[in-house]
């Protein structure tokens, strides 16, 4: 089955550079979530959209912006980058009705900021 | 604000035995979901199983299952027939129910299981 596709896997920034993170959602979902994880730390949730608007918002620096694509793809677009930022970045996408409680996670973007 | 909780850091297993990792939650919503996360060395957040708050009955997933009671605010998972590749970071996650408008997982902070053979 298809899964949650980002892009790229690894990145490698410096500081007060600019990051672009992408993320194809599985097939016929239409709601797509952005999760932070830090080192040795649980997932906190940044952002979400549902059919292309804002749907919930949570800790996400103001640094961050993100949207979601009428084929929708999402970009996390993450600018001033500081050393905290490196960290694993998830999308994860849930259909819009039956099922849309539950969330599948893609691989992830890992991102080091030096 | 709803909070989960994961007390054991750290559990191990033999092969083929059974294990039970703890979680517990507090919420003051009615209408919820509750999930187990796996995340193994690769890092890729894998579901294991999910129940619905309004069901009763624990949700079962081939060698996962869970132990739901909702009085207590507990849900544990209990992995039958370990298996090596069963060692992995367990995040268990909360979700408030569709008509609440919230859309973010609230993950434990996680169990580390290690299978021994």
């Known amino acids: 089955a298809a899964g949650v596709i980002q892009s790229p896997r690894h990145l490698i920034k410096e500081k007060r550079e600019t990051a672009t993170l992408k993320c194809y959602p599985i097939?016929?979902?239409?709601?797509v979530y952005w999760y932070q994880q830090g080192p040795g730390q649980d997932p906190q949730f940044l952002i979400s959209?549902?059919?292309?608007?804002?749907?919930d918002k949570g800790s996400i620096p103001d640094r961050f912006s993100a949207q979601q694509f009428s084929d929708y793809h999402s970009e996390l677009n993450m600018s001033s980058l500081e050393l905290g930022d490196s960290a694993l970045y998830f999308c994860?996408?849930?259909?819009?009705?039956?099922?849309?409680?539950?969330?599948?996670f893609g691989p992830g973007t890992r991102l080091l900021v030096l | 604000a709803q909070t989960v909780t994961q007390s054991q850091p750290e559990m191990s297993v033999q092969e083929a035995e059974t294990v039970t990792l703890s979680c517990t939650y507090d919420t003051s919503e009615s209408d919820y979901y509750l999930f187990w996360y796996k995340q193994p060395p690769s890092r890729q957040m894998i579901l294991v199983i999910r129940q619905e708050a309004y069901k009763q009955q624990n949700a079962t997933e081939n060698r996962f299952s869970v132990n739901f009671q909702k009085a207590a605010k507990s849900f544990s998972l209990k992995i039958s027939d370990s298996q090596l590749g069963d060692a992995a970071m367990y995040f268990c996650?909360?979700?408030?129910?569709?008509?609440?408008?919230?859309?973010?997982?609230?993950f434990g902070t996680g169990t580390r299981l290690q299978v021994f053979p």
């Open positions: 097939p016929r979902h239409d709601t």
């Open positions: 959209f549902y059919e292309k608007m804002q749907s």
């Open positions: 994860a996408s849930s259909p819009g009705r039956e099922g849309a409680e539950t969330q599948y």
């Open positions: 996650a909360y979700r408030g129910g569709l008509s609440y408008n919230t859309d973010k997982l609230i």
